[in-house]
């Protein structure tokens, strides 16, 4: 497993919100197309992010920093996350 800390930003017309938050991420594995007796292999095991703590470094509320970091695009910081520890041992 690797543990993290990540800096993420939500802005909008509005507001900027900067904060932090802790992550893990269990590593996928790589599959196997094709064994080597020619049977099936199988595909990639994906990594796996899960996220916990956010908290407000400026711009907003401590208080909503669960609402805050909603608003972030988790799905591209999961994007990034997992091809920046893609396979890792």
Not at 28 to 44: M, S
Not at 55 to 75: E, I, N, P
């Amino acid at each position: 497993m690797i543990h993290g800390t990540h800096k993420w930003t939500y802005e909008d017309e509005e507001v900027i919100v900067e904060g932090e938050v802790d992550y893990t991420i269990t590593p996928g594995c790589k599959g196997c197309h094709t064994q080597r007796n020619g049977d099936p292999g199988w595909p990639d095991d994906p990594p796996e992010v899960e996220f916990s703590n956010p908290v407000v470094t400026s711009g907003g509320s401590t208080v909503l920093a669960d609402y805050w970091f909603a608003k972030v695009d988790q799905d591209r910081l999961i994007e990034h996350l997992c091809m920046e520890h893609s396979y890792d041992d």
